[in-house]
């Protein structure tokens, strides 16, 4: 490992414990990975199964319902036990998920899979809790920052290789082949990293931290307070008992009823699951207190506003980034899964762009010129004609597409920008549950997806009025139109001016006069 500083002799990572720091890399690349490779069941469970844009978005419902659900859950994991054991939680939820894929493939049940998808997301959701901190834990203070910088670098190339399995083993193996052979490779890749997430449960089983701090330096403690005072069983089994309640309505509700009516919408049913976690920290006497101390803090507050709409348009744009470059050049989901490698390759580099220049420019200025870009884009990506502009390695690009990629780009740095500005300035005592409730900001990949698959898969909305000149003639194949497709980036755009806003508003960096 590189020195901090020439003629400093403390490494990044001590050389005891680089084993144990390089099994938590993995678990960086594993959740890029699989985050990524998700974004691609979308398309491949609407040709597989035949239902609409909206109803295959409840992948993204489940994927990112499940880290909002169990957000509160893992920082408590973390707090009341340790690091090791909410990475042992994660990976061990994240085996089951995967493993419930083999009856969902045999009794080709899409209802089996959002539930496996639900689990697993529920154990990458615990994995991240878990490991940012832990990576921090593991040398000195002054190294902390560099550690978790090297260990996420490892997160876009888990995303890159989810992007390259989702392309080669399961998309494009969706053309021409029985329902039963489609469904086989989509769990290939899943069931297959059981493998490597094994390897790595098996490792922190057997793992025992070295005992005595170095001669160099005093190993940082784990900070406990967010610690109930109550016992972990009765600590575990009451968040259980809030998630069951709202649950067994719902259940009941759809086994009674005919028709449940709304009850019966996915997002509708989230929500409602959702108020078991707002109802456990209720409960809990200090957690309580620490929500209401967040929400004095406009700060806090309306960064989890914006980081909702943030993650929602992250989503949102990949998932359909798809089937909007199949409706307007023509292509396959298979060809058309190289604009989403395209987009992400753009957006890491602009993250590391971005990075690179905050040193120098206030990153909340940053976060608004990245935003008005992206607006642009969006307007691009509805108005510009699709008529191919060139061809590189027999991909065609036109106006539109090339807008709907630099997207992306603009995209880079919102999410880790917004965490650092709601954090800012929080006392110690309340970060780790600010961090939680940032976290739950996910939500808005289950929220914003559907809602932008409604566009798209609606023959009539208030929406189309703004993109009226375009074909709205309805393509069955890909169960959209022209029009529908155009407008649908509305979505988007009303998202990143709400990231707009918030950059706007708290744009003034922190001191100690104004915390």
């Known amino acids: ?46 040709t597989i199964f035949g239902i609409k844009p909206s109803e295959s978005a409840g992948v993204q419902i489940s994927f990112y319902g499940a880290y909002a659900v169990l957000a509160i859950f893992a920082a408590m994991m973390v707090e009341e036990f340790s690091y090791k054991t909410g990475v042992l939680a994660g990976l061990g939820f994240y ?126 403690e784990q900070d406990d307070s967010m610690k109930t005072g109550m016992s972990k069983p009765a600590l575990i089994g009451l968040y259980m008992l809030c998630i069951a309640i709202p649950v067994g309505i719902l259940m009941a509700i759809n086994y009674t009823c005919e028709d449940p009516g709304i009850w019966g919408n996915m997002v509708c049913q989230l929500l409602t699951v959702m108020v078991g976690p707002i109802i456990f920290t ?25 980081q909702f709409f943030y993650v929602g348009v992250q989503i949102a744009a990949w998932t359909w980034l798809n089937k909007y470059c199949c409706k307007q050049l023509g292509l396959s989901s298979d060809v058309a899964a190289t604009y989403y490698l395209i987009s992400l390759i753009l957006f890491i580099l602009c993250r590391w762009v971005a990075t690179y220049y905050m040193k120098k420019f206030n990153p909340a200025d940053m976060m608004a010129l990245f935003a008005i870009i992206a607006i642009a884009c969006c307007a691009g990506t509805m108005y510009l004609p ?22 992306s780009g603009g995209m880079s740095l919102m999410f880790p920008t917004i965490y650092g500005i709601a954090l800012g300035g929080l006392d110690n005592r309340v970060v780790k549950l600010g961090a939680a409730g940032l976290i739950m900001a996910i939500l808005g990949g289950a929220i914003i997806t559907p809602w932008m698959g409604g566009i798209i898969e609606s023959t009539e909305s208030i929406w189309f009025g703004l993109v009226s000149g375009f074909d709205a003639t309805w393509d069955a194949e890909l169960k959209t139109s022209d029009l529908a497709v155009r407008a649908s980036f509305i979505v988007p755009a009303i998202c990143f001016g709400v990231v707009l806003l918030y950059s706007l508003m708290f744009r003034k960096p922190l001191n100690t006069e104004n915390k």
Do not use: H
């Open 1 to 46: 490992m590189s020195k901090n500083v020439t003629g400093d002799l403390t490494p990044v990572v001590p050389r005891r414990f680089r084993t144990v720091f390089f099994m938590l890399v993995a678990c960086f690349a594993l959740w890029g990975l699989l985050n990524n490779m998700t974004d691609n069941l979308v398309p491949a469970f609407e």
């Open 95 to 220: 085996i089951l998920g995967a493993l419930i894929y083999i009856p969902a493939c045999i009794a080709q049940s899409f209802d089996l899979y959002l539930l496996g998808i639900f689990i697993l997301a529920g154990g990458l959701s615990i994995l991240e809790t878990s490991c940012n901190p832990y990576v921090l834990s593991l040398g000195p203070e002054k190294t902390a920052v560099r550690r978790l910088n090297f260990a996420q670098a490892f997160n876009p190339v888990g995303s890159l290789a989810g992007i390259f399995l989702a392309k080669y083993a399961i998309l494009a193996n969706l053309e021409g082949n029985s329902q039963a052979v489609q469904l086989f490779w989509v769990c290939v890749p899943y069931v297959g990293l059981i493998a490597v997430a094994a390897v790595i449960w098996f490792f922190f089983v057997r793992y025992k931290a070295p005992e005595g701090a170095s001669e160099q330096y005093v190993m940082p």
């Open 282 to 306: 209720l409960l809990i006497k200090n957690y309580r207190s620490m929500l209401c101390a967040l929400l004095s803090i406009p700060r806090y507050w309306m960064g989890v506003v914006a």
């Open 386 to 407: 699709s008529d191919v502009l060139f061809t590189v390695g027999g991909l065609p690009f036109s106006a539109n597409v090339l807008c709907l990629i630099l997207i």
